[in-house]
């Protein structure tokens, strides 16, 4: 495949602020890649970073600078010296079609280099040294691998609620238990997804708006709670225990709204579980009293991504799955990259499941 000379990229140039650009494309380093974007979600946490100007506040917020971290592509250039194998041992030629998992490169400055993901753009510069490649099977649809980074992120929440062990039988996820996730957005979805293939006994989701609850139990739910519907905080959690005999064996919280933190904590059961999944940006502090944390003997546990194992088991389960489960219904908004600012006002809204770019698509 001819690599392009030159290449557009959705560029936050400040908070708040996307524009589209055209960059030439670096020379391929020995150990580097060139990626053709085919595909590349819109994530929740990309639009807080969009918005916020102090996403990490440990961490220098650098403009501009290229987001997206669920891609998918083909591989169109290789270096003489770039690994062959992705990372799960799987040869790597061009023309094989992949997703990844990177980490910004230090000490670049350059957005088509620089970003969490750097993904929206038509063309993905791919440093040996940071990226890790994943082989997709040929036959797999784009709207189904462009789901195996937040399927990685649900399948590293349910090992975390795997890990409780202990006498009591009902501590922890699995075949009989009873769930709680908090948000219907992707993440929740994907968690719902992968309650219903452990073997839930219900699943109850708590979210909004009405569009992405019914997708939810599409895929899964057994009940759902709208909170646009019920309002007020006590009585979701009772209504919470009263669908799951006072409380569940394990709850996820992937709204990223730091009220649904304590609020969720009375929906668990004693000795239950209680995943943290729903904040990768800084969204702020709610109080919590400490002895909800004793009173309920709870297991609480946080969860950052997916990982190299969470994406090596979302890929197996999307290869697995994806003949049975229709999971490029998901996929509800597909935008070209000249729209950039409309795809992420339309996620921050709400108003679908899934948006995705399709970077070689052109603007109506």
């Given amino acids: ?24 494309m670096p020379e391929v380093k020995p150990r580097d890649m ?11 946490t990309d639009v807080h970073m969009v918005y916020s100007r102090e996403p990490y506040p440990e961490e220098e917020h650098i403009y501009p600078q290229i987001l997206g971290h669920e891609t998918v592509g083909t591989i169109v250039e290789m270096g003489e010296e770039a690994h062959g194998l992705d990372a799960t041992g799987l040869p790597l030629k061009v023309g094989d079609r992949v997703t990844l998992t990177s980490v910004p490169v230090p000490n670049v400055t350059h957005p088509l280099l620089y970003g969490w993901g750097r993904g929206w753009a038509a063309y993905r510069y791919m440093h040996g040294e940071s990226t890790r490649l994943y082989k997709l099977p040929e036959e ?19 090992e975390r609620a795997l890990e409780p062990t202990g006498p009591d039988v009902l501590r922890g996820m699995g075949p ?22 452990c073997g839930a006994y219900k699943v109850v989701v708590v979210g909004a708006p009405k569009m992405r609850l019914d997708m939810c139990r599409e895929f899964g739910a057994d009940y759902t709670i709208n909170i646009d519907e019920m309002k007020d905080p006590k009585e979701r959690i009772a209504k919470v225990k009263d669908l799951t005999a006072e409380g569940a064996d394990v709850v996820f919280e992937a709204a990223g709204t730091p009220a649904a933190f304590a609020e969720g904590l009375e929906m668990v059961r004693r000795g239950g579980v209680y995943v943290e999944v729903g904040h990768f940006t800084d969204r702020g502090t709610v109080p919590v009293n400490p002895y909800t944390l004793c009173r309920k003997d709870i297991n609480l546990y946080g969860s950052l991504g997916g990982g190299p194992y969470g994406f090596m088991i979302s890929r197996r389960i999307m290869e697995a799955y994806y003949r049975r489960i229709a999971f490029e219904r998901i996929v509800t908004h597909r935008f070209p990259i000249g729209e950039a600012a409309k795809a992420v006002e339309t996620v921050r809204r709400g108003e679908c499941m899934k948006a995705v770019f399709v970077p070689h698509a052109t603007s109506k």
């Fill in 34 to 44: 060139l990626l053709k974007v085919e595909m590349v979600g819109i994530c929740g």
């Fill in 140 to 158: 797999m649809p784009l709207e189904v691998g462009v789901l195996v980074e937040p399927m990685a992120v649900g399948v590293k929440a349910v």
């Fill in 176 to 197: 009989g238990k009873s769930v709680v996730v908090q948000g219907s957005g992707p993440i929740g979805l994907m968690i719902t997804i992968l309650a219903e293939l």
């Fill in 1 to 24: 495949m001819k690599s392009p000379h030159k290449t557009r990229a959705a560029v936050l140039v400040s908070p708040g602020k996307i524009e589209v650009r055209e960059y030439d």
